[in-house]
């Protein structure tokens, strides 16, 4: 019986690519915190993976297909068709800036955590199927 490797692994590559999307995001609001008229972008981990591994089934919009990684997606989208929101500040500032830094390095360093979490799974899941194809 063949071995599929997408199935054997799941969901966590995943999991693993919106990971390091959102923690670059959320650094690009840190990076931002004291930038005039910046508005602070996230989006929904769970609608995310929800969309990525729905594949063709999905009902929400197809991702715009680029054969180049450099080529411009369009704007509040990421690679893999992941749709930026924007944050409602919870004090806005009078320069319009709606970082709060605070909840950024609070959701970085959760995010932080849980992609640490999903690569610690994936490495044993890999070295799971490495025991079961050397017979261990």
Do not use: C, W
């Not at 972008?41 to 450099?70: E, H, I, V, W, Y």
């Amino acid at each position: 019986m063949p071995l599929n490797i997408d199935s054997a692994l799941g969901i966590m590559p995943e999991a693993l690519r919106l990971r390091e999307q959102r923690s670059e995001v959320l650094a690009s609001n840190l990076a931002n915190a004291d930038t005039p008229n910046y508005k602070a972008r996230d989006f929904n981990f769970k609608a995310a993976l929800a969309q990525a591994t729905a594949g063709s089934s999905g009902s929400g919009p197809l991702p715009l297909l680029t054969d180049n990684p450099r080529q411009l997606q369009p704007a509040g989208t990421l690679a893999g068709g992941v749709h930026l929101q924007y944050r409602v500040p919870d004090q806005p500032s009078l320069d319009g800036n709606t970082v709060d830094g605070q909840q950024e390095k609070a959701s970085f360093a959760k995010n932080a955590v849980q992609y640490q979490a999903a690569l610690t799974f994936l490495s044993g899941r890999i070295k799971g199927l490495m025991g079961a194809i050397k017979g261990d």
